[in-house]
Structure formats: structure tokens, C-alpha cells
């Protein structure tokens, strides 16, 4: 199941060319890009692992991609994203963040329902990725991953 | 922002995940078809060409002398004019590499020249933004193991793009001290200049002499520079220019008289020692504006916007350099120590 979230979650993959678009984009706008990646896409992990510093004071997005790529290159089987932080007075947010990485192949979530008390039910979303340990958890497909970008 | 080519019409449906053809790399456009090979194209009608003559003709009225410099330029400038024209009818062209070093005594103009070298490159097409990062030895070595490559490459990161200025690039390297971590950022720095040489130009300025031990001692750097520009000195007309063109914009001007005494002034200060160029010229004229200034307000009265903006005979012959020029021991008659630079 492909995992959609942020900015461009309606669109296909963004290859490489289209992402350094959207950081000189980002850049243009004198926002500061960020890289995160992480192994564990659950819809309210918003806390991915931050890949390096908040990049202040970038001009051109070649700087960027280039952690965008090493991060991929580094953390094959993860998802990379790319946040774009405007620190604007007012605003003072996250203005743009989209996917920028995944693995090869995502097994997707199943959904869990816990019966409690009086017959009530709760639902919870599990990946099906997450009952791996960490870093192993999209292993089998470590090698086709990165490719995507084209 | 993203120029997809329309997909095929596929009413409702949605996007199916990798059905669609990931679009052409938007960030390079489609090359137009190249031109027949008899076709022809006229240099001086050329869009990019007379931008460039523009360009040139501006930096040649901002910067007095340096021949060689502006020589140099030019040729980059019509070499990438040429590089476009190539383009259009499919010859093969490789980005040239940029990277330069900046020679020269003190206060020729190098990091004056460096900074408008960024907007230069960018007009002419060659940089994508054309911002300076200037940096000297503090930005890009660290203070322990492991601290100058992330420090390195965060410079290099802010400067893709743009023009990376090191100046007094032979602080990086210190070769009394072998545990220095200069020799890393040296590294960092070689590595990112030959694999981005289209993302950033790097500019190394100092002073000629120390340059060339740099150089000698890092013969990886010398060979990976394209363009060893040396600045010349300045002629006695040339800096009398330059010292017209920094009264005019800070609006002040001489009256004939001291027009006169300042040209004095210069051929004086000229064969002292410690003359640096335009830098001696500058601080001369400060020093001009001070004795104007003190002039004004001791003789008290009323002044007029012409007071305010004539540096009279008497503020110029007021200097130090007179003295010793005249008198020849003048400065310790003075009391003043030998080592204090005339003015």
C-alpha cells in the first residue's frame, strides 16, 4: 500500500529533478528546508529522525538535494521527507513537507479492533512493517530502494 | 510549477502509482532541436551578447585599471557566449571550470572584484544565483577532530550556486602545525570543486607571495584552478581616478588647488613603505575628510552646501607625508613613532 502524506500526497513520486524544483521553490520563498527520515510511517508519527541540521541560509537547492540524496543513500528502506519551515512572523510553521523517499516495496497496515468494556471497540492502524525491529523493517527491499526518483 | 505533459484523458479515475510516466526532468526543459550545420548566426544581434557587452562596459567603468583582470574576464565572457552558440547547433560542450585565485598586493581590488563576480557570473548565465559567501579560515576549520568537515560542508552547501570567496586562503593551510585540521577543509574543498564545478565557483584571494606558498604546497589546489588572475598595482593616474570616483560618491570634490597637492600627495605616499593601493587612497581621503571637518568647525560662522562638500589645498598639505617629504626626518621630529603608517 503506498503511503501518501504532505504537500503533494495526490501526486505520483517526485523524481529528482521535480523535488530540487520544490527546495529551490522552498528556498525561493526564504524558507529552511529540513531532511527527516524515518522507518516507522504510521500517519501520527509526525516526529520523523531529522537528517542532519535545519539547512539556514541556502541560495540554490544543489545543497539540498545532495542531503536528500545522501540521506536515501544512507537510509535505504526508509521514508525521506522534506519539510520546508517558514519562519515568517505570523507564521512561524511547517509550509511545506512532502515524501521525497520510500522503500521499495510497502506491505501497508492492517487495521487492529480491541473490544473493551461493554462491547465497545477501538480501532488502531498497524504497519504491518512495524513487527520487524527497526532498521530491518522494509530490509528485503533495501536494494531496489532510490531508485525511484529517476 | 510542475509542467507534467497532459496525461492521456482517463476520466475519473484516479492516479494509479507508478502507471504514470515520470515527467521529463523539468528542471533542465527540453533542449530545442539544434540548428542545421550551414546555418548561421550573427554575434552581435545575439540577446546574450549585448547583455554582455553591457555588463563588461559596466564593470569597466566601476573598476579603473586592471587590464589583465578585465582581459581575463572577457574572455570567460565570450567563451560562454561561444559555449551557448555550440549549444544551439549540438556541438559538444562541457562546462568550463571557474574556479579562480585572486593575486595581488594589498588593496588591488581582489575581494572587491570577487564580490561582484557572483552577479557577473549570474548574468552571464554561467551561475544559477549568483549569491557570495565569503569565508575566511574561521568559517570552514574546525576546533577538533571531526568539527571541520561538517562545518566545510555547510559553507559549501550555502555557497552551491553562488561564488564561495576564501579570502587569505593560505591561513588554511598551516604547515608548522601537522595536526592541523586546514588540510581537511583543503580536502572537503578540492573534492566539492571538481565534483559541483557547474553548482559553485570557488575564489582564492591573498596576497601574491604567500599565494604561491599556498599553492606550492598544495599543488592539487593549483592544478584545480583555471584562472590564476594576478591584480597589478595601480598607476599614479589610476589611483588618482580611483580617488576621484570615491569623492564623487561620497560626494565631496577638490578644489584645483588640491587637486594638485593630492596628486603630490600620492607620488609621496607611493614610494613610502606600506602602501596598499586604493586602501592607502581610501584612508587618505577619511583622513581628508576629517581635516575638512575640523577646518569647518573651528572657523565656526556660517556654512554653505559647497563648504560642506570642498576639501580645500590646506586640508590635503595638512598630511604627515608633506613633512616627511619635505623636512625628511619630519615624522620623529614630530614625535611620532616610525612604525605608524604616514598619512
Known amino acids: ?150 | 510549477m510542475n509542467q507534467r505533459p497532459e496525461p492521456a484523458p482517463r476520466g475519473f479515475a484516479m492516479p494509479r502509482p507508478g502507471t504514470v510516466q515520470p515527467a521529463p526532468d523539468c528542471a533542465n526543459g527540453a533542449e530545442p532541436a539544434p540548428l542545421p550545420a550551414d546555418a548561421t548566426v550573427d554575434l552581435g544581434s545575439q540577446e546574450q551578447a549585448l547583455r554582455i557587452s553591457a555588463l563588461l562596459g559596466r564593470l569597466d567603468a566601476e573598476f579603473i585599471g586592471l587590464a589583465p583582470v578585465k582581459d581575463r574576464v572577457r574572455e570567460i565572457a565570450a567563451l560562454l557566449l561561444v559555449d551557448r552558440l555550440r549549444q544551439g547547433y549540438g556541438l559538444a560542450g562541457s562546462r568550463p571550470s571557474l574556479h579562480m585565485s585572486f593575486t595581488g598586493s594589498p588593496g588591488t581590488g581582489k575581494t572587491t572584484l570577487a564580490t561582484h563576480m557572483g552577479e557577473l557570473l549570474r548574468e552571464l548565465g554561467y551561475l544559477r544565483t549568483g549569491q557570495l559567501v565569503s569565508v575566511t579560515r574561521d568559517d570552514l576549520v574546525g576546533q577538533y577532530v571531526g568539527h571541520t568537515a561538517p562545518k566545510t560542508k555547510e559553507v559549501l552547501k550555502r555557497a552551491m550556486g553562488g561564488v564561495l570567496l576564501i579570502d587569505e586562503a593560505y591561513y588554511l593551510y598551516r604547515p608548522e602545525n601537522e595536526r592541523d585540521y586546514g588540510q581537511e577543509a583543503i580536502e572537503i574543498l578540492l573534492q566539492v570543486m571538481e565534483a559541483h564545478r557547474g553548482d559553485l565557483v570557488v575564489i582564492l584571494a591573498g596576497y601574491a607571495d604567500r599565494m604561491e606558498v599556498f599553492f606550492r604546497s598544495n599543488p592539487g589546489m593549483a592544478s584545480r584552478i583555471a584562472h590564476h588572475i594576478d591584480f597589478p598595482d595601480f598607476t599614479r593616474g589610476e589611483l588618482l581616478q580611483i580617488a576621484d570616483t570615491m569623492l564623487e560618491r561620497e560626494e565631496y570634490r577638490m578644489s584645483p588647488e588640491a587637486r594638485e597637492a593630492f596628486a603630490e600627495y600620492v607620488s609621496l605616499r607611493m614610494a613610502q613603505p606600506r602602501f596598499a593601493n586604493a586602501r592607502s587612497i581610501r584612508n587618505a581621503i577619511d583622513r581628508l575628510r576629517l581635516r575638512q571637518a575640523r577646518r569647518l568647525v573651528a572657523a565656526g560662522g556660517v556654512v554653505a552646501r559647497d563648504d560642506l562638500m570642498e576639501i580645500s589645498a590646506a586640508d590635503v598639505r595638512a598630511s604627515r607625508v608633506f613633512l616627511a617629504g619635505v623636512a625628511g626626518s619630519g615624522l620623529t621630529e614630530r614625535g611620532l613613532a616610525p612604525h605608524i603608517p604616514a598619512g
Open chain 1, 1 to 150: 500500500m503506498r503511503i501518501t502524506q504532505g504537500t503533494f500526497s495526490y501526486l505520483p513520486d517526485l523524481t529528482d529533478g521535480e523535488i530540487s524544483a520544490q527546495l529551490g521553490y522552498a528556498l525561493g520563498r526564504g524558507w529552511a528546508v529540513a531532511v527527516e527520515f524515518t522507518d516507522d510511517p504510521h500517519p501520527r508519527n509526525v516526529l520523523w529522525e531529522m537528517w542532519g541540521l535545519p539547512m539556514f541560509g541556502l541560495a540554490d537547492p544543489e545543497g539540498a538535494m545532495q542531503e536528500v540524496l545522501a540521506c536515501r543513500a544512507q537510509y535505504p528502506g526508509h521514508y525521506v521527507r522534506v519539510s520546508a519551515y517558514d519562519a515568517s512572523l505570523g507564521r512561524q510553521t511547517t509550509a511545506l513537507s512532502f515524501i521525497a523517499g520510500r522503500p521499495a516495496a510497502e506491505p501497508g497496515f492492517r487495521l487492529d479492533r480491541q473490544e473493551t468494556t461493554d462491547r465497545r471497540l477501538r480501532y488502531s492502524l498497524h504497519p504491518y512493517a512495524a513487527d520487524r525491529p527497526r532498521e530491518e523493517r522494509y530490509a528485503e527491499n533495501s536494494e531496489q530502494n532510490g531508485t525511484q526518483g529517476g
